[in-house]
């Protein structure tokens, strides 16, 4: 079946150091691919999301690239702040199962001043 | 703006207790679902629907049911709260235009 796999956290960076989360999924089909975020205490919200191959998602200087050829969307952002510490989630919607989301375990963020 | 709202932020229930979780989107969204949050875990599918009165099982629908008798409302039950049913649950519904799906705040449910 589906699914997705990000790495595990969590992630301890310096402000300004250079951000990548990697993220592989299995899947039938052509899916769709997103990144969510949660900040502490709310809820989630879409950060950037990807609907074909080699699309570029991109939100708050973060970017994600759809690569068909190695089943990933790594995400990325060359300068993280403090205000980046949240959890991020990678997820897919496959289409014809009717745009149900499977998401990865989620992976921590910490950025320290 | 989207909005998904969800009856409780926080939730202390006893065990045994039937509990009613209650989700409300203001987009015409035909799409809805229920996701429970736990740590090491992500997001795991409950129930979702496509239409008033239809649902469909997702991943871990053991131990809930849903109602959803207007296009706007979704309702998670848990018939007989357990502990192992702890959780941050999350609502969202679904959009087309744009294709995303759009979360409520989450309830935070603890049984005691």
């Known amino acids: 079946g589906n699914s997705v796999t990000q790495m595990e956290g969590p992630v301890t960076l310096s402000e300004e150091a250079f951000l990548t989360i990697n993220c592989t999924y299995t899947?039938?089909?052509?899916?769709?691919l997103f990144w969510y975020v949660q900040y502490p205490g709310e809820g989630l919200q879409l950060l950037l999301k990807a609907t074909k191959a080699d699309d570029k998602g991109s939100n708050k200087g973060f970017e994600a690239t759809y690569r068909k050829e190695t089943t990933s969307f790594h995400l990325e952002k060359g300068s993280v702040q403090v205000s980046d510490s949240a959890v991020y989630f990678c997820a897919l919607s496959d289409q014809g199962a009717g745009t149900a989301l499977i998401f990865g375990k989620g992976t921590t963020l910490s950025v320290s001043s | 703006d989207v909005k998904v709202t969800q009856s409780s932020r926080y939730l202390v229930k006893r065990t045994g207790e039937k509990v009613f979780l209650e989700c409300v989107q203001d987009m015409d969204h035909e799409n809805m679902f229920w996701y429970r949050q736990d740590p090491g875990l992500g997001l795991r599918l409950i129930y979702f629907?496509?239409?008033?009165?239809?649902?469909e099982k997702g991943d871990i629908p053991e131990g809930y049911s849903v109602s959803r008798e207007k296009k706007e409302r979704f309702s998670l039950i848990l018939e007989s709260a357990s502990t192992n049913q702890t959780s941050m649950y999350l609502c969202a519904s679904f959009g087309r235009t744009p294709y995303e799906q759009y979360f409520g705040p989450g309830t935070r449910l603890t049984v005691t």
């Open positions: 899947a039938t089909g052509y899916p769709s």
């Open positions: 629907s496509y239409d008033v009165k239809m649902k």
